[in-house]
């Protein structure tokens, strides 16, 4: 009952503050957005499932209901977290009340339709974590889109008309195969599954794969199943060269919705990777390995050398998530413990970075108008405590020790090294370890330029301290990546639990 | 078991009880002529399409008509001339909604009109023509039925009498209509000569005596499902419909669009079904009737997408939706077999039912804006959002229900469609390109679907308006049209058994 509960805080929270009057609507879905964010904390103090969701794992907080049987098939509402799915349900429950606060000062007009609107995100990306019956989790993970393609088109810059068209249309067409895809792989299945649950699948898929379908022999089924889902998804995450809807999202979107846009919606990408494809089809992991760590190295350093050549802020830490992602692909395919325990713990640690950054920037540009490099420096002088936890977090991004980036990365590389599965792991592996030093030339670069050296601006505006609850959020932020950066084992123990049963369906 | 005192007539008593208001209306007229007692005439119309509703549902939760239920068989009446069974009132059901719902927008609508009870009457006559239709198995009371419901359409589309545009749509789809009753006459007059019969059972009967007669069956087939395609505007009788819907009043175009389409797929679903087996007529007339669903499905929903694709106006672009949407549930008679089909029809009921509901729902939108005096193109539509919130989100619903997006109604029966389609395919592989023209569509109509919600919520208005008022019943309908798009999706379960039963009814 309690992700029900979470679920239905949230949509009923959403359309109290739709109608609610523009004057209160941000303190209100402020203090609606607190219920999910304890609740997800108490839930996480009071997880008691253990193993994977999708291989017999034992449930926390499941409930299952039916909800309608057609044919040979029947869907259900089938809801449960295990250790990979909790993590990222708490980071969505913080990051949406963190990004509701970072509204208060940049949006000022219609906003009990935004607030209305994040309120209805978190709804559908609590329920992308917890559906475990397919239909369900494609309802949520279609759902994500359009408040986010509202959000883009009404609040956003200049631009935000084309940016807000062209995310729509790149990830709405990338659902439409992924999800071909997958309903040709059920229906390969046969008679070995009878709903759409994905344990159900997940099992069947181990047990043999399909039989075949429409003269389609089952392994080419199931390769082009894996194929075409590995592509849906690699828009969402998204991978070079997949990646150009992100830039424009980014830099046009209103700092809220980046938040949330490279906090939590890019993990639904790498989420579904490894809830589908590197679960469900051990055989195809083993056969593309080489490729997909490829594209994974790829998209480390061309996302770190696009975010070298940027001068917008923006930009910078939008193509840096590119890089980032590339990381979670790399652990992911490596799939060792670490390397996938490391990936899922890059998720939730670059939710919280990047979440900072992009708010640190809002932050600079509510301030100063602009987020060009080249127009400003020295903003450490004006808004010294804003930027000191900027400058920490761009160390974060960087992997400095006792933060969560480092714990991440090393559990990644770590992992991916000694690598069985992928052939030349040690070789892919070395590659990518060259983008941190990217990483950090691009981001000591820019901030060399604005935050430090003689205060300088270009634009008319008085630049003064930051507000005190932007610096709160920035601060709460900090303390969490900080918190994963001492002690990983808060997440890491219960994330690695429900990796092993993954790796070992896969043989090793 | 109290309901089998009542003579078998009563079990036509939805269709009866439109009649009776029919009437009634009348009635006020004939005392009062020129009545502008709004509230009466429109709530007599509402409150006998509502009572008919209310019948319809309680005899499908009643068992009336179900088949295979001891004592609860399928009730003829008038030695089979009539017919009441699941699919009558399945589709009794749809019909009474949709009338509900325009005469509920009417109210608002037609404040300055002069002929009030007339309209009242002829929406509610060809209400009464069109559950007829629903119940009617027998060639002729299908045409009279059918009759019954275009005639008083003609006169509805033409009512605006001061207004060039709704007589000239009155004339052409007068026109039209007359020449598809005439070629439909002539069908039925064909089918009777090869078969002798008119009665549908009969006529199935009779098939194997046709003989050498085939040539002239095929020929009545072909020519009824001429008349089929103009009721449901399906190409290649479709061209009156963007002229009718834009000339028509709105609530109007909402109608025939929605009700009258889908009382042209009921008679298409029984008669071709129940009539011409599929084994029996191929085995004299030669062909496999299906192949020129197929081939009408494929072009008609394409024809109509990239005609909407192409609109300024935002009804004509609707009235091609409506078209593309005849396409989709074409499908419900293309993927027959002498197997299966009951899965697909289903499917293809089930999306005239939510269809219904969105579809009704975006006329009646248009009637609101035309209501407040705004323009007929997508440019006027420009920022209605910032006045008129509620209705614009409606509207958004509506829209990306119609393209199929996630969690809207539209995307459980186009997903159903679809995955049956697929099914089917298995023993007709020709299906499968059917099914590729499904998803491509689909895809597609998200352009100018999404064109609207970006209209209204993301562009800025071309010109100052002032605030804009807000009418009651057309507010009412078009709230309750986004609900139940809304709440479709979670309680789909009733809809889906209902549709199946119907559509198991017919097929064996």
Known sequence: ?508 | MALFQLPEWAALAPALILAGTALVLFLFDSINPRSTNRALLAGTAVAGSLASLAVAVWFTAAGVGATGIENYGVIDVMNGQFIVDRLALYFMIIISTVTALVAVASYDYLRDHTYQAEYYSLVILAATGMSMIAASNSLVTIFIALELTSLPSYALVAILKDNRGSVEAGLKYFLIGALSSAIFVYGISLVYGATGSLQLEDIATNLSTAGEMGGLLGLGILMLIGGVAFKTASVPFHFWAPEAYEGAPAPISAFLSSASKAAGFVLAFRVFTTAFPLEATTAVIGVDWTVVFVILAIVTMTLGNFAAATQENVKRMLAYSSIGHAGYVLIGLAALSTEAGDLVMGAAMMHLLVYGFMNTGAFLFVALAEYWGVGPTFEDYNGLSKQAPFASAAMAVFMFSLAGVPPFGGFWSKYLLYTETVNAAADNTILLVLAAALVVNSALSLYYYSRLVKALWIEEPLLDRDRLAQPTGLYAAIIAAAVMTVVILPAFDPIATAALEAAAAVVG
Request: glycine share 10%.
């Open chain 1, 1 to 508: 009952m309690m992700i029900e509960i979470l679920i239905a805080v949230a949509l009923v929270g959403a359309l109290v503050t739709f109608v609610a009057p523009n004057r209160i609507a941000g303190k209100l879905a402020f203090a609606i957005s607190l219920v999910p964010a304890a609740l997800s904390v108490w839930l996480f103090a009071a997880f008691d499932g253990s193993g994977n969701a999708l291989l017999d794992g034992e449930l926390a907080f499941e409930s299952q209901a039916a909800w309608l049987e057609i044919g040979d098939y029947s869907i259900s509402w089938f809801v449960g977290l295990d250790g990979i799915s909790l993590p990222l349900v708490v980071l969505t429950t913080i990051l949406c009340t963190l990004a509701i606060v970072s509204s208060w000062t940049p949006i000022d007009e219609r906003e009990s339709q935004f607030y209305g609107l994040i309120l209805f995100i978190e709804a559908n990306l609590i329920g992308v974590f917890s559906a475990l019956d397919f239909f369900l989790w494609f309802v949520f993970w279609e759902a994500v889109l359009i408040p986010m393609y509202l959000l883009i088109g009404i609040w956003g810059g200049p631009r935000r008309k084309y940016a807000a068209i062209k995310f729509f249309v790149y990830t709405n067409v990338a659902s439409l195969v992924m999800f071909g895809s997958f309903v040709s792989l059920v229906f390969g299945l046969g008679d070995s599954v009878t709903s759409f649950g994905l344990p159900e699948i997940a099992t069947a898929m181990l047990a043999g794969g399909p039989e075949g379908f429409f003269g389609l022999s089952g392994t080419t089924l199931a390769s082009l199943a894996f194929i075409g889902m590995f592509l849906g998804f690699a828009v969402k995450v998204p991978v070079v060269p997949f990646h150009t809807w992100l830039p424009d999202a980014h830099v046009e979107a209103p700092t809220p919705a980046s938040i949330l846009l490279a906090g939590v919606l890019l993990k639904m990408g790498t989420y579904a990777l490894l809830r589908f494809n590197f679960t469900m089809f051990p055989d195809q992991v083993e056969a593309y390995a080489v490729p997909i760590a490829a594209i994974a190295v790829i998209s480390v350093i061309y996302g770190a050398m696009l975010a070298l050549a940027q001068t917008d802020l923006k930009r910078i830490v939008a193509y840096s998530s590119v890089s980032s992602m590339g990381y979670v692909i790399l652990g992911l395919v490596a799939y060792t413990q670490f390397g996938v325990g490391g990936a899922t713990f890059q998720m939730v640690s670059h939710g919280l970075i990047s979440g900072l950054m992009f708010m640190s920037v809002g932050v600079i540009y509510n301030a100063t108008h602009t987020r060009m490099v080249t127009d400003m420096s020295g903003m450490a002088d004006r808004m010294p405590i804003a930027v000191g936890v900027l400058i920490a977090g761009a160390f974060g991004y960087m992997g400095l020790p006792l933060m969560s980036g480092f714990a991440a990365e090393y559990f990644i590389f770590f992992g991916a090294f000694g690598s069985e599965l992928l052939e030349y792991a040690p070789l892919f592996t070395s590659l990518a370890m060259f983008g941190i030093v990217i990483v950090a030339g691009y981001l000591l670069f820019a901030l060399q330029r604005t935050v430090f050296g003689p205060y300088r601006l270009e634009t008319d505006y008085e630049v003064g301290r930051a507000p005190v609850h932007d610096v709160a959020s920035m601060i709460v932020l900090l303390g969490l990546i900080i918190t994963l950066g001492v002690a990983p084992d808060l997440i890491f123990t219960m994330i690695t639990d429900a990796i092993d049963p993954i790796i070992q369906g896969g043989g090793l």
